[in-house]
């Protein structure tokens, strides 16, 4: 049997831990077992034997590192360690918002503790230093005899279970690879593509959903991946840029999401996917619980994911970190898939031992290209599902790629699956999707070789998964979207020439996209779906209505509005009424007959109202920012379509009363508006759409003078039943009104 010489070092460099025990690695049969030798400092050099295969794996539970120094491509293979001395600990407290901050604040004060982090929108859950000179027991003792403490753990360190690849590929080695004949055609496709038969099944029909990977980050440039990775938190360095300074995590989302048939590296389970990046690890793949508790509350919260693929773990659990896997999985409804982890045990990695604990939570086992246990991979009652974790290729930062073995590997194959259902099935649940993956997979050999006795879990199949999935029902339920900011009432005043317009939206089984318009010019499509954004709205002088729509896979829409009035500074407003019988009217347009001493007036075909306002104190040439018609009118659900416009001079004079086609014969501004109108739901003032632009061209004419007065008339088309609106003989305090912006100069 060959050798293979490996360094002992310590994988932490500011040395906050000392490394510890040599490793002697041998191999028997098929398994791999680990024993502890003795304490021994970095830079240790340790001769081990190399099995006839080019994996060799450890059992490690204290932070250490192993790096080849030769006989490459040989790979390490470590579980993450846990119980690394820090400290820091991790507090809940029971109660947040504004009325708990005090007793936190007092809490950690009594204790003498300092505080580094709270979790983002769950301010209860925070990261503490421990005072100087007192034992750590002492210390968590304390917090805990506080009665607005739940709980108080340890802040450990933990470590990726599969650190380094097998073998590692350029770009340009990569384009050098022949195109399968095959769908995809990537030159690297991975076995575990075709061992899952994720080759047998038909493209997605819908987009397939975002999955957040909780990881080392990843590579957003890498072609296989660009243009699809949302940028979440990197918790590890506290920033916003969670790039892959490891690769880890970009080979993960390589294997759920990269591009498929470009004729270039490897393809995902999904390609369609997007991917929320969330690092927990750095560049030495080290991070901690704290780290990955935070990112698990930040993909619960986010609307758009709905699959939380996690290859990573820690040997031991914990109730804070029970807390937010819980949260995620049953209150925010995601479907977790978790490493079972490479020990060669039939124990898994937290939060994979949760699968029966938890509902939403999949543990993850590894198999090779016999679907026999991978000799590394975790087994046992916790794990619930085997995928391929052998040898994988994906891509890797730097437009390279790697072929990589653990059950890191094997989970994203699962996570891609999840994703490849919900494109077909937006609307299956998380338990819905544990239970089709779990439960339409292919039978294993539990022949104590193949696979250990005790084993109960399948093999993952994508192409059972989805024949199994029931047929879908029609949908005809439409989606919910509401407008969060700049405000949720429907109106919104700013001098802002454009606006950024937040909201949420949601349905029985998926919002496909998100779309704009304004009455004023201008649409488009939002940013995101569940939670979208308008980035850069321009607006128009004036009020401006813009309608977003929600639509689902079927065709579904629901619509909200926002009136948006850009009002600059210096601007002046002006009210106007009617006070006086002759200032309203209407023509009953057939017979040409004007009345303008009518109790009340209907808005209909073939009837015109006219309103009469003086003493317009407005400037010749004034840039009118808005003007608006107040009409008083009675409850109705009549169809109509008002058309506003004005008359076209200066100093318009008042309605006479009889006096044939008094309304109509007169000069209409060439401006006109038209307006759909709403039902009336209710009796009151039911303002008109912006009559800026007619207001405009009055008071632009060349005999306008400041005090003039200006007619507008409203006529009506639609519907049959009219609108009825109160004129000033029957309630003078009803009467018309007409509210006037301006502003004068630059």
Not at 8 to 18: I, K, L, Y
Not at 84 to 109: C, K, L, N, P
Not at 278 to 298: E, H, M, P, R
Request: hydrophobic share 40%; charged share 20%; proline share 6%.
């Amino acid at each position: 049997m060959a050798h293979i010489l490996l360094m002992v070092t310590a994988s932490d460099p500011a040395g906050r831990q000392n490394a510890k025990n040599r490793k002697i690695i041998e191999r028997r049969q098929d398994r791999v077992e680990a024993r502890i030798m003795e304490q021994m400092s970095p830079g240790h050099l340790v001769l081990v034997k190399k099995p006839n295969f080019s994996l060799i794996g450890t059992s490690m539970r204290c932070k250490i590192r192993l790096a080849c120094l030769a006989a490459l491509p040989a790979v390490i293979v470590a579980a993450p360690s846990y119980g690394a001395a820090t400290d820091e600990v991790i507090v809940h407290f029971r109660d947040q918002g504004q009325s708990a901050q005090m007793s936190q604040i007092q809490a950690i004060q009594e204790v003498g503790a300092k505080t580094i982090q709270k979790t983002p929108d769950h301010g209860n859950i925070v990261l503490l230093e421990k005072a100087p000179g007192e034992s750590m027991d002492d210390f968590m003792q304390r917090l805990r005899s506080n009665p607005d403490v739940l709980s108080v753990e340890q802040n450990q360190e933990i470590q990726l279970p599969d650190p380094e690849p097998d073998a590692v590929m350029s770009a340009e080695q990569a384009a050098m690879m022949v195109s399968v004949a095959g769908v995809p055609n990537d030159p690297l496709l991975s076995w575990g593509y075709g061992d899952i038969e994720a080759d047998r099944t038909s493209p997605a029909a819908g987009e397939a959903p975002l999955v957040a990977v909780i990881d080392t980050g990843v590579d957003y440039t890498h072609p296989e991946l660009a243009g699809r990775v949302v940028l979440g938190h990197d918790f590890h360095n506290d920033d916003d840029d969670p790039m892959d300074d490891h690769g880890h995590g970009t080979h993960v989302s390589g294997i759920i999401a990269a591009a498929a048939n470009n004729g270039q590296g490897s393809a995902g389970v999904a390609p369609g996917s997007r991917i929320l990046a969330l690092k927990v690890l750095g560049a030495d793949g080290g991070g901690s619980t704290w780290n990955v508790i935070q990112a698990i509350y930040a993909a619960a919260d986010h609307p758009d994911v709905k699959i939380i693929s996690m290859s990573l773990g820690t040997f031991a659990g914990t109730i804070i970190f029970f807390k937010a896997v819980e949260y995620a999985a049953v209150e925010k409804g995601k479907l977790i898939t978790a490493a079972a982890g490479n020990s060669d045990t039939d124990q898994s990695f937290w939060p994979a031992v949760w699968s029966h604990h938890i509902p939403g939570v999949i543990g993850v086992a590894a198999n090779d290209e016999t679907r026999c246990k991978a000799w590394f991979s975790n087994y046992g009652d916790n794990a619930t599902i085997s995928a391929p974790g052998l040898g994988i290729w994906s891509s890797l930062p730097g437009n390279r790629y790697a072929q990589w073995s653990g059950t890191s590997m094997a989970t994203p194959f699962v996570s891609g699956a999840a994703a490849r259902l919900l494109a077909d099935n937006p609307g299956l649940t998380n338990l819905e999707l544990k239970s089709l993956l779990e439960r339409n997979g292919d039978n294993m050999t539990l022949d104590g070789d193949c696979w250990p006795g005790g084993t109960y879990f399948q093999h993952l199949n994508l192409n059972t998964a989805l024949a199994a999935v029931p047929a879908p029902q029609p949908d005809d339920l439409p989606p919910q979207v509401t407008i969060q900011s700049p405000t949720a009432n429907g109106d919104y005043e700013t001098a802002q020439a454009s606006i950024e317009v937040t909201g949420i939206a949601a349905d029985n089984r998926q919002v496909s996209r998100i779309t704009w318009n304004s009455d004023r010019g201008g649409s488009g499509t939002a940013d995101g779906t569940t939670a979208w954004t308008i980035p850069d709205l321009a607006l128009q002088m004036g009020e401006n209505t813009i309608t977003v729509s929600a639509f689902d896979p079927a065709g579904n829409r629901a619509d909200t509005t926002l009136h948006a009035s850009l009002v600059p500074a210096g601007t002046e407003t002006i009210l106007l009424r009617v006070d006086q019988s002759s200032d309203d009217g209407f023509e009953v347009l057939k017979k040409g007959k004007t009345v303008v001493t009518k109790r009340k007036a209907k808005i209909v075909k073939g009837i015109m109202l006219g309103y009469h306002f003086d003493g317009v104190d407005i400037p010749r040439g004034a840039s009118i920012v808005s003007a608006t018609l107040s009409q008083y009118g009675f409850a109705s659900q009549a169809e109509m379509t008002f058309t506003y416009n004005g008359e076209a001079a200066g100093d318009a004079g008042l309605f006479i009363n009889r006096q044939r086609y008094d309304l109509s014969q007169r000069e209409p501004t060439l401006e006109t508006v038209t307006e759909h109108a709403e039902p009336w739901t209710e009796t009151g003032y039911h303002p008109s759409p912006d009559l800026g632009a007619i207001v405009q061209e009055l008071v632009s004419l060349p005999d306008w003078n400041s005090g003039n007065a200006i007619n507008i008339f409203v006529s009506g088309q639609g519907g049959r039943k009219p609108r009825v609106v109160n004129q000033f003989d029957w309630n003078p305090s009803n009467a018309a009104m007409l509210e006037i912006r301006y502003r004068v100069g630059n």
